[in-house]
């Protein structure tokens, strides 16, 4: 089993920027992939960035390329998110997701079913 803990969350204005961190503890030999996915109500999760802790590939929605950038400590297990130059259109949910299947690579967007390991989640807001 692989526990997800996540923080970094909270309100910003339009042009500021967060960071995000998620620590993973457990099994997490098995481990392909970390990353995030956010959600706002009555819409679908979308896969906004995820890196691979097989070789360090990444993958970026987008609507965060270019602003967002994400990276690994691979002594601490922890994934981080740094979100630049933030929007309104980015307020939701996030929530940390670690998959022992997929692989990253430009293609089909991430699929939430692809990922078996869930963070609590954190909110975002974005004020303009």
């Known amino acids: 089993e692989v526990q997800l803990v996540e923080s970094g969350g909270g309100l910003v204005q339009a042009g500021g920027s967060l960071r995000l961190s998620c620590a993973a503890s457990?099994?997490?030999?098995?481990?392909?992939?970390i990353g995030w996915f956010r959600q706002v109500a009555g819409k679908e999760r979308e896969g906004v960035s995820f890196i691979s802790s097989r070789d360090g590939s990444t993958y970026y929605a987008d609507s965060v390329m270019g602003r967002f950038a994400i990276s690994r400590d691979s002594a601490k297990n922890t994934v981080y998110l740094q979100m630049n130059s933030l929007k309104p259109e980015d307020t939701a949910v996030y929530y940390c997701?670690?998959?022992?299947?997929?692989?990253?690579?430009?293609?089909?967007?991430?699929?939430?079913?692809?990922?078996?390991?869930w963070g609590q989640g954190t909110q975002v807001t974005v004020s303009s």
């Open positions: 457990g099994f997490t030999f098995d481990v392909d992939a």
């Open positions: 997701a670690a998959s022992t299947t997929a692989t990253i690579a430009p293609g089909p967007d991430p699929s939430p079913s692809d990922y078996d390991y």
